[in-house]
């Protein structure tokens, strides 16, 4: 009597295309954190640089911008005399776990390519942001001295601006100046450092106080479990190869 063979098993395509697609995704999200880990590290320098820097004239920097150069973290100086008495807009932000708004307004410009700069004045905590009143008549004898920055993009979780009611969600540089009655922006903040608030006013915010930067950790995750998804993969072949 003649025993019969087994059958041959079957080569693991299924298992073989779900394994690539699982591979080249966490290859990608590895990459991706390498990228990211870069930019941070660029950014963090940059911010480093920036604590010793001198402020330069706004219109010189802004005349680099207008040809394409980022002016993104550079420390400038401006003659604003009405910044403390200009009107403003609030816009929504966090700020050390707290819900506030950034207190933004208008300098004018003149003799360059932008007609105005919008100023971020600092913070104030929610409940204090109906508090801030105009410093008519005290104008600044002194530069105000900030640093430039780029407004953050909206995403899909952000609200729709309320430019009716003066408030923002995310800074649209273009509605925003409409709002406060100024025509040609430049495409950048003034976060403002110098000069000091008045009492009850905003906390001047022109840096970010505690960027994480675990990049490089989750950069070694993601290729961690593609080697391991792998190893796995390689394992099951060769059992396959074996029994074949």
């Known amino acids: 009597m003649t025993t019969p063979r087994a059958a041959k098993p079957r080569f693991p395509f299924g298992l073989t295309v779900a394994a690539a697609?699982?591979?080249?995704?966490?290859?990608?999200?590895?990459?991706?954190?390498?990228?990211?880990?870069?930019?941070?590290e660029d950014l963090l320098a940059k911010?480093?640089?920036?604590?010793?820097?001198?402020?330069?004239?706004?219109?010189?920097?802004?005349?680099?911008?207008?040809?394409?150069?980022?002016?993104?973290?550079?420390?400038?100086?401006?003659?604003c005399p009405s910044v403390q008495a200009t009107p403003y807009l609030r816009l929504y932000g966090v700020r050390d776990a707290m819900a506030g708004f950034h207190i933004i307004t208008a300098c004018p410009l003149t003799g360059g390519a932008y007609g105005a700069v919008l100023v971020d004045r600092g913070f104030l905590p929610q409940d204090?942001?109906?508090?801030?009143?105009?410093?008519?008549?005290?104008?600044?004898?002194q530069a105000v001295i900030g640093v430039l920055r780029r407004g953050d993009a909206k995403t899909f979780v952000t609200p729709d601006n309320q430019p009716a009611q003066r408030l923002f969600y995310f800074r649209d540089i273009p509605a925003m100046a409409q709002v406060l009655g100024v025509s040609r922006p430049a495409p950048t903040f003034l976060m403002l450092e110098q000069p000091a608030p008045p009492p009850g006013g905003p906390s001047p915010a022109p840096l970010p106080t505690d960027i994480p930067n675990h990049h490089l950790e989750y950069a070694v995750t993601w290729f961690g479990l593609a080697a391991g998804l792998l190893c796995v993969y390689l394992a099951t072949l060769w059992r396959w190869l074996?029994?074949?």
């Open 242 to 244: 074996r029994s074949a």
């Open 47 to 79: 911010i480093a640089a920036l604590r010793d820097a001198p402020p330069q004239p706004l219109a010189a920097v802004l005349r680099r911008a207008a040809h394409g150069a980022d002016v993104d973290f550079t420390r400038v100086q401006i003659d």
């Open 21 to 40: 697609i699982a591979l080249a995704l966490l290859l990608g999200l590895g990459r991706w954190q390498v990228q990211r880990l870069h930019w941070k």
């Open 128 to 141: 204090e942001a109906g508090q801030i009143h105009l410093a008519a008549g005290d104008a600044i004898r």
